[in-house]
């Protein structure tokens, strides 16, 4: 059998071939690099513009929550101030008639101010039903329930013809008791809002 061989043109031709075809796998190579580093550049841009979008969305929200938290915190509070006063304005006109019958004068004037002074707390309450927690509900409506009580007793008493002395004494000794519920329903509002007030109990204010 004849050896065949491979001559000098054969070899250079055949070292022509490996060159090219390494050069262009090479190149082949190169790009599908080139393509998969565009296609992991354009991956993590994606990721990074979703990442954020969510977090603009997320700032959002909280800027959202927060104004509406301000915003209840602003109603709250205010609702605390109107049945704060409305409440203590409605006590001491009861004590307001209670001195005039007691006097024999000026009661037609004081019972008009307290049927005023009782439908400005009644609304402040009905208001307070719906905003304030529950735990500060409970001592707003026991303050309420004793001024309503109270307000019907003095009606009672201003209704007979000559107030005894008795019922007046019996009314004014409970004076104090409504202020102490008053005094009960203001610390549960300002420790709600976070004022501290150790002293906000002396009844006497």
Not at 34 to 62: G, Y
């Amino acid at each position: 059998m004849k050896e065949w061989t491979v001559g000098a043109g054969g070899t250079a031709l055949l070292v022509a071939v490996v060159g090219v075809a390494g050069t262009l796998g090479a190149a082949l190579l190169t790009q599908i690099r080139a393509d998969r580093t565009k296609r992991m550049e354009l991956q993590s841009a994606a990721t990074q513009r979703r990442e954020e979008r969510d977090h603009a969305e997320a700032l959002r929200a909280a800027e959202r929550t927060e104004r509406r938290t301000e915003a209840d915190e602003v109603l709250k509070r205010s609702c605390y101030i109107a049945l704060n006063t409305a409440s203590r304005q409605y006590l001491t006109a009861q004590v307001d008639l209670l001195y005039a019958l007691r006097k024999r004068t000026g009661a037609e004037a004081a019972m008009e101010g307290l049927e005023t002074r009782r439908v400005v707390h009644r609304e402040s309450y009905a208001e307070a039903q719906m905003i304030v927690p529950a735990a500060v509900l409970v001592g707003a409506g026991a303050a309420s329930r004793r001024l309503n009580a109270a307000y019907g007793e003095l009606k009672r008493i201003a209704a007979s013809s000559v107030p005894t002395s008795e019922d007046l004494s019996r009314f004014e000794d409970g004076v104090d008791g409504a202020w102490s519920l008053l005094a009960h329903m203001r610390q549960l509002m300002r420790d709600d809002l976070g004022v501290d007030a150790a002293s906000d109990l002396d009844v006497s204010a």
